[in-house]
T-cell receptor
Framework: GAVVSQHPSWVICKSGTSVKIECRSL??????MFWYRQFPKQSLMLMAT?????????EQGVEKDKFLINHASLTLSTLTVTSAHPEDSSFYIC???????????FGNGTRLTVT | GQNIDQPTEMTATEGAIVQINCTYQ??????LFWYQQHAGEAPTFLSY??LDGLEEKGRFSSFLSRSKGYSYLLLKELQMKDSASYLC??????????WGAGTKLIIKP
């Protein structure tokens, strides 16, 4: 089955620093990748939709200058949390699909803790 | 607006059967997904329905009625490892996924 690899699995960083999270589709070409954030005991919250070779589409309330998304190839998308603050601590999950209507396949998630 | 409703929490006994319901209201419809999410982990794909009827896959089955905007996930022969949250998500006319808040399923021995 389709595999999506997300790295790192967890990261602890100091307030004010930046953190980059990578999402790779290992055995298929992902035309679209999605970035989600999930706080404890809450549902997935879509942050942005990333299409290869174009700018990401951010959901309302998500700061595009703070959460930088790059989808440079059909197998790699990155999310950079810039100038991280403790309130950015969360579980970040990427997902990918190869075409519209196909199931999303999720990475294992990245648990970010900002101290 | 677009909306997905599913129960917040359900409890069932090991070895029994449980049905998790989901109703949806979306702008257009291109299918409905069910995902399983264990605590602290990312969701994993369970099923996809786009036509009316029941799709069976081992111990898990998923049903869809497009006219009623309704789906359910049926889990048979429950095992302790089935304790998880089950997320219902509908694909709208723009192929955007609308997510439910998830149903936390608690399995008791």
């Amino acid at each position: 089955g389709a595999v999506v690899s997300q790295h790192p699995s967890w990261v602890i960083c100091k307030s004010g620093t930046s953190v980059k999270i990578e999402c790779r589709s290992l055995d298929f070409q992902a035309t679209t990748m999605f970035w989600y954030r999930q706080f404890p005991k809450q549902s997935l919250m879509l942050m942005a939709t990333s299409n290869e070779g174009s700018k990401a589409t951010y959901e309302q309330g998500v700061e595009k200058d703070k959460f930088l998304i790059n989808h440079a190839s059909l197998t790699l998308s990155t999310l950079t949390v810039t100038s991280a603050h403790p309130e950015d601590s969360s579980f970040y999950i990427c997902s990918a699909r190869d075409r519209e209507g196909s199931p999303l396949h999720f990475g294992n998630g990245t648990r970010l803790t900002v101290t | 607006g677009q909306n997905i409703d599913q129960p917040t929490e359900m409890t069932a006994t090991e070895g029994a059967i449980v049905q998790i319901n989901c109703t949806y209201q979306t702008s257009g419809f291109n299918g409905l997904f069910w995902y399983q999410q264990h605590a602290g982990e990312a969701p994993t794909f369970l099923s996809y329905n786009v036509l009316d009827g029941l799709e069976e896959k081992g111990r898990f089955s998923s049903f869809l009625s497009r006219s009623k905007g309704y789906s359910y996930l049926l889990l048979k022969e429950l095992q302790m490892k089935d304790s998880a949250s089950y997320l219902c998500a509908a694909l709208d006319s723009n192929y955007q996924l609308i997510w439910g808040a998830g149903t936390k399923l608690i399995i008791k021995p």
